[in-house]
């Protein structure tokens, strides 16, 4: 491996997360890279039980992809996996992307576990179409990752390359934790959804407008910290349309929101048709 690619990968090797002296100013996007260690990857299916987390997604993004008659799906935020094997055992097409090198080994190898060879490509969302070959149905991102970016510029960005990379008529989803719910009301959350595994705690060492810094501790006595945008839905769905997307249809916890309802996460589902086009 060249020198600059090993340097590029660093997250392959690196055991420790590093956020200096000052933790809560590390406020980047590119930070995910250094945060996703190999040691924090090696335990992320510990905090995503695959088991639970099949048992309280069900059919619903299966059902959504089928719905809208997609086939070819690009997983954006592949992580170790998990949606990505999911698709396929139900026969979608699906190109696996992550940024993080870490990450994408670890779904590899999960892949393999259930007889697929995952077809991975290392990509960034802010420069996707550089990395990408070809259009496709739907694009996935989701277990709350559009987080990672911390400059609006950024998230616009990753949208507009998303969009670029779907079919006239494809779909982005898009989910992310209800922060509105954290950051007016303080954190109830149930673990109940993505993070499953009922051994690990998540909870929030910090929350301010700019962050939400979550603590994830393991019972080896391991801990981790993931430095996040905390996405208020209202924005959300705000900067979706504004990238072009024609319709967006927002459920919570895997169910069509009502108003009243307070959900862990919401899933965005966002049309790239316009109604007029035929
Ligand atoms: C919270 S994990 C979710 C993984 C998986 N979707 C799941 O639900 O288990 C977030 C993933 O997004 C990836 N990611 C974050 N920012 C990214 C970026 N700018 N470009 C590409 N991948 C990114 C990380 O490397 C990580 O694998």
Redesign the pocket.
């Known amino acids: 491996m060249p020198r600059e690619q090993a340097i590029e990968n660093h997250e392959l090797i690196a055991t420790r997360q590093d956020y200096g002296d000052d933790p809560l100013a590390v406020r980047e996007?590119n930070h995910?890279r250094q945060e996703?260690v190999k040691t924090f990857v090696e335990k992320w299916d510990e905090l995503?039980d695959w088991d639970a987390r099949v048992e309280a997604e069900g059919q619903f993004f299966i059902d959504i992809l089928r719905e809208r008659g997609c086939k070819k799906v690009l997983d954006?935020?592949?992580?170790?996996g998990?949606?990505s094997v999911q698709l396929l055992k139900a026969g979608f097409d699906v190109t696996s992307a992550?940024?993080?090198a870490a990450?994408l080994a670890k779904a590899f190898e999960n892949g393999k576990k259930h007889q697929f060879i995952l077809k991975t490509t290392q990509?960034?969302?802010?420069w996707l179409n550089k990395d990408i070959r070809g259009k496709y149905d739907a694009i996935i991102c989701?277990?709350?990752?559009f987080t990672?970016?911390f400059d609006e510029h950024d998230r616009r960005r990753?949208l507009a390359e998303f969009y670029a990379a779907l079919n006239h008529d494809g779909i982005l989803i898009i989910d992310q934790r209800n922060y509105d719910a954290i950051l007016d009301a303080g954190f109830s959350s149930q673990h109940k959804f993505?993070y499953c595994g009922d051994r690990v705690s998540a909870e929030p060492e910090h929350m301010d407008e700019g962050l939400a810094r979550f603590k994830y501790s393991f019972p080896d006595g391991s801990e981790y910290r993931l430095n996040m945008f905390p996405l208020r839905r209202a924005y959300m769905s705000r900067l979706i349309h504004e990238a072009g997307f024609q319709k967006i249809d927002t459920y919570g916890d895997f169910q069509e929101t009502h108003p009243e309802q307070d959900p862990d996460f919401f899933v965005h589902v966002a049309e790239k048709a316009h109604p007029d086009a035929g």
């Open positions: 996007t995910y996703y995503i954006v935020a592949t992580g170790t998990f949606n992550d940024g993080n990450m990509a960034d969302w802010r989701l277990g709350n990752s990672h970016l990753a993505y």
